[in-house]
């Protein structure tokens, strides 16, 4: 059974830069072949596709949110990591980790069971 783990701070001083990683354990070498996602749910909000990473490292992320967003994956260690510089409140959200088959898509495979990150001096 393939299980995703979101770590990283609850909090964040604004302009600073939010690290989260994503630790996946379990499957088979088939998940290789997804997207490892980020997605996030602002309170109130419905879910907001950030980006993701192939298993050849290739990136793809948010048109909204390129300038600010970096993935990266460690593949010795089956984990991947966002990094949101320059936060603001309305970066608070929960953060997911997530396997899926499409670029963009807020659906998925797999999916950790969200982080609570908040921005906030």
């Known amino acids: 059974q393939v299980q995703l783990q979101e770590s990283g701070p609850g909090l964040v001083k604004p302009s600073q830069t939010l690290s989260l990683t994503c630790t996946v354990s379990?499957?088979?070498?088939?998940?290789?072949?997804?997207?490892w996602t980020w997605i996030r749910q602002p309170p109130g909000k419905g879910l907001e596709w950030m980006g993701a990473?192939?298993?050849?490292?290739?990136?793809y992320y948010s048109p909204s949110l390129k300038s600010r967003t970096s993935i990266s994956r460690d593949t010795s260690k089956n984990q991947f990591t966002l990094q949101l510089s320059s936060v603001t409140p309305e970066d608070t959200a929960v953060y997911y980790c997530?396997?899926?088959?499409?670029?963009?898509?807020?659906?998925?495979?797999?999916r950790g069971q969200g982080t609570q990150v908040t921005v906030s001096s």
């Open positions: 990473i192939t298993n050849s490292g290739s990136t």
């Open positions: 379990g499957g088979s070498d088939t998940i290789n072949h997804y997207y």
């Open positions: 997530a396997i899926n088959s499409r670029v963009g898509s807020t659906s998925y495979t797999y």
